[in-house]
Nanobody, 126 residues
Framework: QVQLVESGGGLVQAGGSLRLSCAAS?????????????MGWFRQAPGKEREFVAA????????DYENSVKGRFTISRDNAKNLSYLQMNSLKPEDTAVYYC??????????????WGQGTQVTVSS
């Protein structure tokens, strides 16, 4: 069972930056690492449905972004440390949401993930 814990959220002014981290633990298909898992980030704003933000495949060689964050957000991973990151630059008030980390075993291009974190709040003030 994979456990995911997000950190790094907070309050930032518009134009600022934050880096979210997702720490994975627990027994995985690949042992005790996130190797083999596509890692994703989603967000949910108040009154809205959860939406996809970014994903990175298990090799780290492919990434995917929601259109509104392209050029501003960067997803990365460190399999040795069981960490996934979301670097968020040029933040806008509309980026305000709870951000969730997610993982799925060796699937690319899906929005259906098997494991989810509890979320971390990101608030961008204007």
């Amino acid at each position: 069972q994979v456990q995911l814990v997000e950190s790094g959220g907070g309050l930032v002014q518009a134009g600022g930056s934050l880096r979210l981290s997702c720490a994975a633990s627990g027994r995985t298909i690949s042992g005790y690492t996130i190797s083999g898992y596509t890692m994703g980030w989603f967000r949910q704003a108040p009154g809205k449905e959860r939406e996809f933000v970014a994903a990175i495949d298990w090799t780290g060689g492919s990434t995917d972004y929601e259109n509104s964050v392209k050029g501003r957000f960067t997803i990365s991973r460190d399999n040795a440390k069981n960490l996934s990151y979301l670097q968020m630059n040029s933040l806008k008030p509309e980026d305000t949401a709870v951000y969730y980390c997610a993982a799925v075993w060796m699937v690319w291009g899906t929005r259906q993930y098997d494991y989810w974190g509890q979320g971390t709040q990101v608030t961008v003030s204007s």
